[in-house]
């Protein structure tokens, strides 16, 4: 059964008025407990303006994630969808298939949540969504025998991400190594900026034999607020969101439906033929490439000019001393110089 969060949150979704009163005869409950619900959502992100002798409404209506669309959606995959589940919460969706048994070889297993109360991103840092206005999902599948490049996987969904993005109208999307969707623009001054969209997360659980167990993690910023671009900015970070780049957020299921359709198809293809068939595509979505950047991490620091990556994604790196040298993801940080 759904709590009664979800149903004032999915019932507000439109953007209709509703008095608490209504509200409350339409769900069975007091309108105390309607209220303690809307300040809860309100908690989690969700922008609800209250006017009077009317009622409660979104700022902005959203479109809850819905399991029926997301499986048309994937219809032409349905062979190699393991299982689909959509909860209302969870506290890391990669968590939770890390600690499920992982699916056949070949096949998929996709969780998505409204709300994920301590997702996680590389190097464990949090991840902050909005309830309603963001993508938190996870897939999971099993490699037998395990890919060579497979610390590339990361560039990979990066990648088919990206071009799904842009198939449902995005524009000005690039990637920063080694997971960061990225909207490039110019700033009021004429300097190129990255905000961040976005980030993919894989992880594998270690077995000691058999397939590998690999989990794909990917949150997306779907729409930002005003105050939510200002936390982020005093953390030393410039975000940015989807609908920056022309997506409409009113579309979020068919959005998740393209972007799991594409991750899915290019996990397959790597598996299959490694990283190479992706290295001309993530030269030309690369959006460090000939950038000053400072690499910190592994207790060391390293300043160059990023140069591409090589054969098994790495980062290409060329030092003041005209070197050369190689950076695997690992747990590194890779800023713009004099950026944050």
């Not at 589940?85 to 992982?102: G, M």
């Not at 190097?123 to 999902?137: I, N, Q």
């Amino acid at each position: 059964m759904s709590t009664l969060l979800e149903q004032v949150y999915r019932t507000l979704a439109t953007g209709q008025t509703l008095s608490g009163e209504a509200l409350a005869q339409g769900l069975g409950v007091t309108r105390s407990a309607v209220w303690k619900a809307i300040e809860t959502l309100r908690g989690l992100g969700l922008s609800i303006e209250a006017q009077t002798q009317r009622g409660y409404r979104l700022a902005s209506p959203v479109q809850p994630l819905d399991v029926a669309m997301l499986r048309t959606a994937l219809q032409a995959l349905s062979d190699r969808l393991h299982s689909l589940e959509v909860r209302w919460s969870a506290p890391s969706t990669n968590a939770e298939l890390l600690a499920a048994p992982a699916p056949p070889v070949g096949q998929f297993d996709v969780l998505l949540v409204e709300h994920q109360s301590a997702g996680r991103g590389r190097r464990g840092r949090a991840w902050r969504s909005a309830l309603g206005d963001s993508v938190c999902l996870s897939v999971a599948t099993s490699f037998d025998p395990t890919p060579r490049d497979l610390p590339a996987l990361t560039l990979v969904i990066g990648l088919s991400v990206r071009a799904a993005l842009q198939r449902c109208g995005a524009s000005g999307v690039g990637l920063k190594w080694p997971n960061d969707l990225v909207l490039m623009q110019l700033d009021a001054t004429g300097q190129r900026t990255l905000a961040k969209l976005g980030g993919v997360l894989v992880e594998l659980r270690a077995e000691a034999a058999g397939p590998a167990h690999v989990v794909i993690g990917l949150g997306l910023n779907l729409r930002l607020d005003a105050h939510a671009r200002s936390e982020i900015a005093a953390t030393g970070n410039i975000a940015a969101a989807l609908a920056d780049c022309g997506i409409d957020p009113q579309q979020r299921n068919a959005l998740i439906g393209c972007v799991l359709e594409s991750m899915i198809q290019s996990v397959g293809q790597f598996a299959a033929q490694g990283f190479e068939p992706f290295r001309a595509a993530w030269a030309e979505a690369d959006a460090l490439r000939g950038e000053s950047v400072r690499i910190s991490g592994a207790g060391a620091e390293r300043v160059g000019v990023a140069a591409g990556i090589d054969a098994h994604g790495a980062l290409q790196l060329l030092t003041a001393e005209g070197a050369q040298i190689g950076i695997a993801a690992g747990e590194v940080s890779v800023r713009r110089s004099g950026s944050s």
